[in-house]
């Protein structure tokens, strides 16, 4: 075993020194903060890749730089387990404690005793790949990034200005390389080619599809939508708007997949752009979440969720692995959390095993896991497909019997590469949606009248300390403080198709209520309600008081 480079982790350590008054969270979606607070973090994290690269035998390590729906001065940065997938939970702890190690002295000897607990050999190589979203604060990190591969000694790749989604296929694409799992070309030409190809083969023959306007939040997404719409040429005409990307304080601001599903409505942006009947869709800062939505005949905005893009989703998979003869051995699971609409809960439990599992990309996509096809998508816009791979080898083995089983068959393939199964992917999912409303000659209100949305609404409350509040059940119950759950039920008996929770989120300063009921202005007035409840029991913030939206 060799040991740690001490040398050249101090030089470089000490151009990068940790601001002591800040405590640093590895949270739900990585580390989030103001960008210019994260030089030390970015440091650390580069390190904290190369080790991680070690332990898993030199496979490469991706590194996004992001802060995904943010607003502009915030960044992030996260990392991405060698098949693409976000880092396996327990190492999260080991991130947070060698950030907020307080001096270079205390930074070493914390990673002495960190590699020789998890006995990561040191002689082993290392790889990381890493790229950034648009953010102005992202060149400065990403340089402190830099050094922290330098300095253990990591072989670095730099994929530059892309999605989070690109990152995650770059890891498996690199990782898979060679091998009978090969994912795509290692590029950002790959991605877009494997996908736009399976597109083009999926919708062949289908009736031409209207242009569809894609809002892309003046973030990342703009570059990709673009090239996308290059690649896929006639067969899908893209309109990408909100692509200022060097406009400052455009990123996210009133436009993107996050501003649609809080506000309910259409970007301002958008007003003189999309049409009756005409469908759009928004992707967030980093392109991992999708929301859907039409104006109807009247002008009147739709929105189509997550929940939809599953349901949808989930009915199409369904009916190819019927129509191939696969259905008694392809079984179609679906994924969701407590955010998901009641309605969709309702109307897919009919039909499908659900399973309901706290917020966050990785709780969805091990639930997924257990499915042979599991469908999770979060109400947010945040989810994918993905294939087991003993469903995968049972559809590449399968030898169709007739014509429409054969079809179904490669339609099911097609579907299997167009999909982006290492994480949620605004543009995958897009094209995945698009193949399902050609298959299946939908307009947006067709897909939107699968089922109806229960009117609903979000409030977040700044109490005085987040972290005394704890859930149950996948986040539908609070265990603490104590008493407020019966409270809280107690409320939403009184009414109609109520229902409530209340959980601290994962990624801001806050406590969220969310609720739902049969009347808009009731499910409004629950949320309040709860709000004002959590607010009062817990010593809220007196400036927050949450009355704002009523
Ligand atoms: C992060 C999660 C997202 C989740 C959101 C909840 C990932 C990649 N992203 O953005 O899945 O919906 O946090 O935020 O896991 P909250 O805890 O602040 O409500
Ligand atoms: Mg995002």
Redesign the pocket.
Known sequence: MSDLPVHAIRTLSDQHPKPSHIHFQYG??GFRTKGDTLDSVMFRVGILAGLRSKKWDGKTIGVMVTA?HNPEPDNGVKLVDPRGE?LETSWEAHATALANAQSTDEFIAALDTFTTTMKIDLSKPAKVVYARDTRPSGPALVAALEDGIKAIGAEERDAGVTTTPVLHYLVRAINTKGTKEEYGDDSEEGYLRKLSTAFNKLVAGKPSIPPLVVDCANGVGAKLAKELAEYLGDTLQLIPVNTSTTTPGALNNACGADFVKTQQTLPPSLTSVLKPGQRACSLDGDADRLMYYYLDDRGQFHMLDGDKIAALSAAFIGELTKSAGLDSQIKVGIVQTAYANGGSTKYLSERLPVKCVP????HLHHAAEKFDVGVYF?A?G?GTVIFSPQSLEIISAYQPSTPAQSTALNHLINLTEVINQTVGDALSDMLMVEAVLAHKSYSGEEWDSLYVDLPNRLVKVVVADRNIFKTEDAERRLVSPPGIQAKIDELVRRYEGGRAFVRP????DVV?VYAEATVRTQADELAYRVAGLVYDETGGHPAHRPLEFL
């Open positions: 739900t979606a995904s976000m917020t966050g990309v990785k979060e947010n945040h989120s994962g990624t801001e969220r």
